[in-house]
């Protein structure tokens, strides 16, 4: 990536991608810092109009456009055909949205609404770049690589047909994770109090797999009223959850979907968790010591991948769901509450990982090839 000075003017941006929070938390992320380079700067999201995008985004100053968009990946041939026939009108959605809103640049959060976006900028020739979140690139990403000035992934040796556009820069991390994180450093084993925190997420949806092993180990736990339980199940599950934590007298806070991440992650002594991009990039920023259930039937298996390098280093613990148990989950509760030092140490191990500066050196860089083209412009 080019040093070269950057001369931080006011934008309209676009960013492109939701479906679900670990395409779009990283979003947000780069909005903020753009929004800190220059107050004036305008940002856009465009999405498909799922609840999670709706509900996120309704929380930020970001205005936000919807166009027609579904995926393709693992739908039968009927599915398929109905997506792609979708995509014509989504592209000349964003077409006017290009005419109308004149960006400077469009960024692709990696989602299936981020094509016919960043396609509308290639027609237009606006600058415009991708960012990859997993270890395996997706879907999306593969057909746009060959369409943008700029692959900014989040996991070294992420592989992508045009090398020369990648650029290592890490999971951006919205500011309100960094900022709660920078000012409560890690508690030490010895000032910790007697209780014992845990944050279960299957992600901004839930994960029913987990909610029940949760609730089959806390039948397994030989001091359930040790711990208090930080849960967010989705919406699905939230119910069952809530009553069985209140029958068993377990300390709870339980949620379909919890907005402030940051204030959760400060709780937690123990976090058991999903293994998305955002999650992973999260708890590396946040130092927490981390359980990773992966998603089994993510797209290419990309959340083991994700996990893998953080558990080779021994910097986390992979339970894979296919082994997982109520009374395996309690054994591991179990061991982390008696071993404060092994959480110390995973905590130190897992925040050799975080890249905290992943957005700003995004943004910086998008800047330069907006300056980039022009003075070529300008040079002609």
């Known amino acids: 990536m080019k040093t070269d000075p950057v001369v931080y003017e006011a934008l309209r941006v676009v960013i492109a991608g939701g479906g679900t929070g670990g395409h779009l938390f990283p979003g947000i992320a780069i909005a903020e810092a753009f929004v800190k380079r220059q107050a004036g700067t305008e940002i856009c999201f465009v999405t498909s109009g799922k609840k999670i995008e709706e509900t996120v985004l309704a929380l930020t100053p970001y205005a936000k456009k919807r166009i027609s968009a579904e995926g393709i990946k693992g739908k039968n041939i009927f599915a398929k055909l109905s997506s792609m026939m979708k995509l014509p009108k989504g592209l000349m959605e964003s077409i006017k949205l290009m005419l109308t809103f004149k960006p400077h640049a469009v960024v692709g959060m990696g989602a299936y609404s981020a094509g016919p976006v960043v396609l509308a900028a290639w027609v237009m020739r606006i600058p415009r770049v991708i960012c990859e979140q997993n270890s395996i690139s997706g879907l999306t990403n593969r057909m746009l690589s060959g369409f943008v000035q700029r692959i900014y992934v989040s996991f070294p040796g ?22 709660v994180i920078q000012k409560s450093a890690p508690a030490q084993a010895d000032q910790k109090p007697a209780g014992f925190t845990i944050l279960i997420s299957g992600g901004s949806q839930g994960a029913h797999r987990i909610n029940m092993a949760m609730l089959e180990a806390v039948d397994c736990l030989k001091d359930p009223g040790r711990y208090t339980l930080i849960h967010q199940t989705g919406v699905a599950d939230e119910d069952r959850v809530r009553g069985v934590y209140q029958e068993k007298q377990i300390r709870h806070e339980v949620a379909p979907f919890f907005t402030d991440m940051a204030a959760r992650y400060k709780e937690a002594d123990l976090v058991i968790c999903r293994s998305g991009a955002t999650t992973v990039a999260e708890l590396t920023a946040a130092g927490r010591p981390a359980v ?23 910097a986390a613990e992979m339970v894979l769901e296919e082994n997982l148990t109520g009374e395996l989950l309690a054994e591991r509760i179990e061991y982390y509450a008696g071993h404060p030092e092994a959480l110390t140490a995973l905590g130190e191990k897992i925040r050799e990982f975080s890249r905290p500066d992943a957005a700003d050196k995004i943004v910086d860089d998008i800047y330069r090839i907006i300056q980039a083209r022009a003075q070529t412009a300008s040079a002609k």
């Open 158 to 179: 992420v592989i992508f047909k045009h090398p020369d556009k990648v650029v290592f820069t890490g999971n951006p991390v919205r500011d309100e994770i960094l900022q």
């Open 292 to 314: 990773f259930i992966p998603f089994p039937f993510a797209a290419d298996n990309h959340q083991v991948f994700n996990a893998k390098a953080l558990v080779d280093a021994g």
